[in-house]
């Protein structure tokens, strides 16, 4: 069971905006900002937002991050097939990071 | 460019010791923290621990305190994740990736490309 709650699945089809929940506590999102992860198959996570909002070089502005109070969530709009990864919210608990269980997006 | 090289898979039995590391290149090595991630067969991300190379600061989820050893050795580059006694359940692989700024919280955008480790009697 993980800390950070995210729905297992999400799916959507090409051109449509969808959108992944995490659901976490005070302890972590409700007082820490939020990142989120691409997971494509057989590769390394890939950082895509960063301060619950912030894109790194290179992401592009389809993805979109916001966080409020005790939850966040991750946008994207445009869907692509290449988008169809698993993704990972993690934030900051105390001294140590905690991970969503993850949501593998489907794009039909 | 940013590089983060880890060892090779490695297969191992119950109860053997095991380190594996993760070099860093292109960058101020010990400028930037270094985390560790768990990634069992078909599961999650798992945050393991974290550190500091300029000054060793070591942070590890309560998850796996006592169970794995992370450091850093400045002189080449390279981080650290040590098992003492490995256990079945330790079968997975292992990503090591370093902090987007110098600044806190690290964030982890640079990623190595894992490390598999096995382990079976």
């Known amino acids: 069971q993980s800390v950070l709650t995210q729905p297992p699945s999400a799916s959507g089809t090409p051109g449509q905006r969808v959108t992944i929940s995490c659901s976490g506590s005070?302890?972590?999102?409700?007082?820490?900002?939020v990142n989120w992860y691409q997971q494509l198959p057989g590769t390394a996570p890939k950082l895509l937002i960063y301060s619950s909002n912030q894109r790194p070089s290179g992401v592009p502005d389809r993805f979109s991050g916001s966080k409020s109070g005790t939850s966040a969530s991750l946008a994207i709009s445009g869907l692509q097939s290449e988008d169809e990864a698993d993704y990972y919210c993690?934030?900051?608990?105390?001294?140590?990071?905690?991970f969503g269980g993850g949501t593998k997006l489907t794009v039909l | 460019e940013v590089q983060l090289v880890q060892s090779g898979a490695e297969v191992k039995k119950p109860g053997e010791s095991l380190k594996i590391s993760c070099k860093g290149s292109?960058?101020?090595?010990?400028?930037?923290?270094i985390g560790w991630v768990r990634q069992m067969p078909g599961k999650g991300l798992e945050w393991m621990g974290i550190?500091?190379?300029?000054?060793?600061?070591?942070r590890y989820s309560p998850s796996f305190q006592g169970q794995v050893t992370i450091s850093a050795d400045k002189s080449i580059s390279t981080a650290y994740l040590q098992w003492n006694s490995l256990k079945a359940s330790d079968t997975a692989m292992y990503y090591c990736a370093r902090a987007r700024s110098i600044w806190w919280p690290p964030e982890l955008i640079y990623w190595g490309q894992g490390t598999l480790v096995s382990v079976s009697s």
């Open positions: 005070s302890s972590n999102i409700g007082s820490n900002t």
């Open positions: 550190i500091y190379p300029g000054d060793y600061d070591t």
């Open positions: 292109g960058y101020s090595f010990t400028s930037y923290w």
């Open positions: 993690a934030a900051w608990d105390d001294s140590h990071v905690v």
